[in-house]
């Protein structure tokens, strides 16, 4: 079975300040990892994943991801948020065969 | 690549009717397609997987014959729902796997709200 849990379902920050947005994931095996971003009433639209190459992952729009396997974790991160971050992330596990499990979200909140 | 398109991509209908929503992918061929159930304010809820050729396997507490799934070709699935009411008022994503790299990977569509009045 596999599991995510997202810290925080809101995380609010400053124009240009860092990005966090936890995920911690549990899965039996090794796992592939997503990040999806959504505007409203817009699906989804994949941020950055990992798929057993290189531990940290670059995405788009200045995300990267980290997978540390000892932590369980893939955080998600921006060195300085923009206006447009504003959205709702969910980290989502796979297999790799079947159904991704989805996180409970994060609403990221960028304030001027 | 690995485009996925929805249609329509809002409806709105009186309660008791019939509404279809067709997802299609758009540049590859799609065996497996995933229908999500988003609420407001929420995570992504697995409907049902759609298998083309075969009946669908629908999620614990998915009413099969509420939410009629029919993959009729390896670029569609459709999801009926059948007489409607207020209360299947949702937001409706659907997903097509692409198997690259040695995993399945989805491509999401961008979603249908549905209105039941």
């Known amino acids: 079975a596999q599991s995510v849990t997202q810290l925080g379902s809101h995380v609010s920050v400053s124009e240009g300040a860092l990005v966090l947005l936890r995920c911690n994931y549990s899965s039996s095996v090794p796992p592939y990892l997503f990040w999806y971003v959504q505007y409203p009433n817009q699906g989804l639209q994949l941020l950055l994943k990992?798929?057993?190459?290189?531990?940290l992952v670059k995405g788009i729009n200045g995300f990267e991801a980290e997978f540390k396997k000892s932590e369980t974790s893939f955080h998600l991160t921006k060195p300085s948020a923009h206006m447009s971050d504003a959205a709702e992330y969910f980290c989502a596990v796979s297999d790799g065969y079947s159904t991704l499990t989805f996180g409970k979200g994060t609403m990221l909140l960028v304030s001027p | 690549g690995a485009v996925v398109s929805q249609h329509p991509s809002r409806v709105i209908c009186k309660s008791g009717t019939s509404v279809k929503i067709e997802c299609r992918s758009l540049d590859f061929q799609a065996t497996t397609m995933f229908w999500y159930r988003q609420f407001p304010k929420q995570s992504l809820m697995l409907m049902a997987t759609?298998?083309?050729?075969?009946?669908?396997?629908?999620e614990q507490g998915v009413e099969k014959d509420k939410f009629l799934i029919n993959h009729a070709s390896l670029t569609l699935s459709t999801l009926t729902v059948t007489s409607a009411h207020p209360e299947d008022s949702s937001f409706y994503i659907c997903?097509?796997?692409?198997?690259?790299?040695?995993?399945?990977?989805?491509?999401f569509g961008p979603g249908t709200r549905l209105t039941v009045l």
């Open positions: 759609s298998n083309e050729g075969s009946k669908a396997t629908y």
């Open positions: 990992y798929t057993s190459a290189a531990t």
């Open positions: 997903s097509a796997v692409l198997t690259s790299g040695g995993y399945n990977e989805q491509f």
